[in-house]
T-cell receptor
Framework: DADVTQTPRNRITKTGKRIMLECSQT?????MYWYRQDPGLGLRLIYYSFDVKDINKGEISDGYSVSRQAQAKFSLSLESAIPNQTALYFCATRGLAGVDEQFFGPGTRLTVL | SQQGEEDPQALSIQEGENATMNCSYK?????LQWYRQNSGRGLVHLILIRSNEREKHSGRLRVTLDTSKKSSSLLITASRAADTASYFC???????????FGSGTQLTVLP
């Protein structure tokens, strides 16, 4: 089984709808991240969390919110989806300081019509 | 703004040739990492080089780091069609709590 899983893998929704993307990990990592990827723009950080009580905004948090329900679960919500939130969304985890690489989920392709 | 910027944005080579990608960054770092992404999939970690290292090898990968020029390069030797992917550098800045990714180099290896 994959260490970092994301659901759903694909989602088509309409403008104004509330959407939740979920991420679960079995690596036991404390640090979790949400990124979005747009063609030609690389990855941009939306939110990150170092534990269930430590949640931080990233570069592009407007229009998004997150919930860290447990060490293993980190959800991203779009309260009222808009078309320019159409993108590929990735969840990632990272271990404690000194364990430096990030592990990515397979991604969620979100289309907002 | 992005800490790491890759160059070139796209690279097309023949199988068997070497591929070189470059990454420039702006601030002091703890380490620099390279990731690979196959089309539409999650990124996979390739190699990490720490700020006190100048060169590192892993299989057909060779990474160099020049902290005085704030730049790194990734060399893939004897490329294969399966190496076709996007390659991203990510910097672990001393002043930041998270990695910052560049916009990537799209590598195409022609059979």
């Amino acid at each position: 089984d994959a260490d970092v899983t994301q659901t759903p893998r694909n989602r088509i929704t309409k403008t104004g709808k509330r959407i939740m993307l979920e991420c679960s990990q079995t690596k036991g990592h404390d640090r979790m991240y949400w990124y979005r990827q747009d063609p030609g723009l690389g990855l941009r950080l939306i939110y990150y969390s170092f534990d269930v009580k430590d949640i931080n905004k990233g570069e592009i948090s407007d229009g998004y919110s997150v919930s860290r329900q447990a060490q293993a679960k980190f959800s991203l919500s779009l309260e009222s989806a808009i078309p320019n939130q159409t993108a590929l969304y990735f969840c990632a985890t990272r271990g404690l300081a000194g364990v430096d690489e990030q592990f990515f989920g397979p991604g969620t392709r979100l289309t907002v019509l | 703004s992005q800490q790491g910027e890759e160059d070139p944005q796209a690279l097309s080579i023949q199988e068997g040739e070497n591929a070189t990608m470059n990454c420039s960054y702006k601030t002091s770092i703890n380490n620099l990492q390279w990731y690979r992404q196959n089309s539409g999939r999650g990124l996979v970690h390739l190699i990490l080089i720490r700020s006190n290292e100048r060169e590192k090898h892993s299989g057909r990968l060779r990474v160099t780091l020049d902290t005085s020029k704030k730049s790194s390069s990734l060399l893939i030797t004897a490329s294969r069609a399966a190496d076709t992917a996007s390659y991203f550098c990510a910097t672990d800045a001393t002043s930041a709590r998270q990695l910052t990714f560049g916009s990537g180099t799209q590598l195409t290896v022609l059979p």
